[in-house]
C-alpha cells in the first residue's frame, strides 16, 4: 500500500516544483554540486518529498485504511482522479494538508474561511483540528467540484460544520456579513486574483487580530521571481500551439503571484512567512487591529 500510495503521489507532483526545493536544499546541505545534473537534483527532491510526506499525519492515516477521516480523504482523492484526472494536482498533497490541519489546531481557531473547495481535502484536513464549537464556509464557483465535496462532508461525523458557498470568491466575500471575523483564511483559488481575496478579507475586517492566513502554490512550479529566465519570443513562436499557449498562461500566472508574494511582504497588516513547501505556502498573521 505505501507503494502504491507513493506513486500516486509522484504522479501529482511537478518536476519544476521539486527542482525548486531542493535548489535551496541542496546548498544548505553543504553538498558539492559539481557533476551533479538537474535531473539527479530533481530526482533526490522527489524523493525527500515522498519521504516527507510518508512521516505526516495525513498519509500515515491513509496508508492505515482507518475509518473516519482517512477513508474519507482517500474517497475524494479517488473519485477526484476518476471525475477530474487533468486536475489531480490542484489538490493539496498530505504533506501540505498536515501542516494545515496542524496550523489550525495549534491556532486554536474556531471559526475558518476557505476560499477554494475544489473536491473538498483541504476541507476535510481542516476540519478535523477543529473544536467542538467550530465551523467552516468554503467558497467554490465550480458545482460540480463542490458536489464531491459535499459527498465527502455527507460521510463524515461532522460535516454539518461545513457550509459550501457556489459563487464568485469575490463576491462571496463582499456578501459576508460586516462584523463577521475568522479565526484562519485559507486562500487556494484563482491564482491571479490571490491579491484580490487576501485584500478584500483584510480590508472588509474578516479575519481576527492574530489570525492567519494561508495560501497556497504561491511559488508557482518554480517560476517566480526576477531571476527566473523568460523564454525569449524566439523560443516561444518555435513552441507548439497547446505547449505555447500553456506557457503562456503560466507566466501570467506567475507573474501575478510574484505580484502578490512582494505587496504580501511590505503589507503592514500582516508578518509574513513563504515556506518553499512543494508549490510554495504563505503564512501570514494579522498584526494590525481596528
Known sequence: MMGQLRVRLRSRMFRSRASFSVGAAGGGMGGDDSGDGIETREARAMQLYDYAADKSVITREEISNKDGDSAILSQIRR?????????????????????????????????????????????VSMLSALPCNGSILSIDKDNRCQAVAQRALDRHTFGNKVELICSD?????????????????????????YWDYYDTVLDRDLINPGGLIVVDNVLFRGMVGSEVRIKTQEEVDKMAVDE????????????????????????????????????????ARRTETR
Open 169 to 193: 470568491a469575490i463576491d462571496a466575500l463582499n456578501s459576508i456579513p460586516q462584523h463577521s471575523r475568522f479565526d484562519f483564511v485559507f486562500i487556494d483559488a484563482d491564482k491571479r486574483r
Open 79 to 123: 473519485e477526484t482522479a476518476d471525475k477530474f484526472p487533468g486536475a489531480v494536482h490542484m489538490m493539496l498533497g498530505p504533506l501540505e494538508a498536515s501542516l494545515l490541519r496542524i496550523l489550525v489546531a495549534i491556532s486554536g481557531a474556531q471559526k475558518i474561511l476557505e476560499i477554494g473547495t475544489f473536491t473538498g481535502y483541504s476541507t
Open 244 to 283: 505555447r499557449k500553456t506557457y503562456q498562461r503560466h507566466t501570467k500566472i506567475a507573474q501575478a503571484l510574484d505580484d502578490f508574494n512582494v505587496r504580501v511582504a511590505a503589507d503592514p497588516r500582516t508578518e509574513s512567512l513563504l515556506l518553499p513547501v512543494r508549490d510554495g505556502l504563505t503564512i
